[in-house]
């Protein structure tokens, strides 16, 4: 069965460092997605990234954060300088649908920022 | 340091028994729901959806009500295993998937 894949499963992080999280979504999805989720928490929508430029993106993703699509497969999210705050679990999700039916998450990259 | 974070509603039940994990959402346009379920360490993983113009769905094993007089979704899971361990979050749809608080749904052997 296809699958979301994300690398790597934890990242530690010095704060102030820039980190990238990597994604490969289903293939023949054509809406992507990062969300994350803080120890305990719910989890929070961070942006939506459909047909090359970003769809809808929360109070969360402020100007640290970027997205990409530099191929045809990979999807990253870069946080250029990290803060404390930004641990949490970093969960990448794709769908095929109209835009926002269905999600398939990814097993999530744990990022710990010291 | 101490952590803080939101203390998720519990349900324990007895393996083999019904469970119904109860959801309130908040936007009367959302008009498509998803229950996902959360194993420790794992994403979210898709159970089962509703459109806003049925009131009931039915998968194996589970079941979602949708009342959206009063903004309520439930999930009803028969004869549980012990495999149904796990956070149970609802999430509704109008232009996101926004998730809810969670429910720690746990099977007593």
């Known amino acids: 069965e296809p699958e979301v894949t994300q690398t790597p499963s934890h990242q530690v992080t010095q704060m102030g460092q820039e980190v990238i999280l990597r994604c490969v979504p289903i293939s023949n999805h054509l809406y992507f997605y990062w969300y994350r989720q803080i120890l305990g928490q719910k989890v929070e929508f961070l942006v939506s990234?459909?047909?090359?430029?970003?769809?809808?993106k929360s109070e969360i993703f402020d100007d640290q954060f970027s997205v990409e699509r530099p191929d045809g497969s990979n999807f990253t999210l870069k946080i250029r300088s990290t803060k404390l705050e930004d641990s949490a679990m970093y969960f990448c999700?794709?769908?095929?649908?109209?835009?926002?039916?269905?999600?398939?998450f990814g097993s999530g990259t744990q990022l710990s920022v010291l | 340091g101490e952590s803080v974070g939101l203390h998720l509603p519990t349900l324990s039940v007895q393996e083999g028994d019904n469970s119904i994990i109860n959801c309130a959402y908040s936007n009367s346009a959302s008009d498509y729901f998803i229950w996902y379920k959360q194993e420790s360490g794992k994403g979210p993983q898709f159970i089962i959806d509703?459109?806003?113009?049925?009131d009931k769905r039915q998968g194996q094993r589970v079941t979602v009500l949708l009342n959206k007089t009063v903004k309520h979704l439930s999930l009803q899971i028969a004869a549980t295993q012990p495999g149904d361990s796990a956070v149970y979050f609802c999430?509704?749809?109008?232009?996101?998937?926004?998730f809810g608080q969670g429910t720690r749904l746990t099977i007593n052997p």
């Open positions: 999700a794709s769908s095929g649908g109209i835009g926002n039916e269905k999600l398939f």
């Open positions: 999430a509704e749809t109008v232009q996101k998937l926004v």
């Open positions: 509703i459109r806003s113009n049925m």
């Open positions: 990234f459909y047909n090359n430029e970003i769809s809808e």
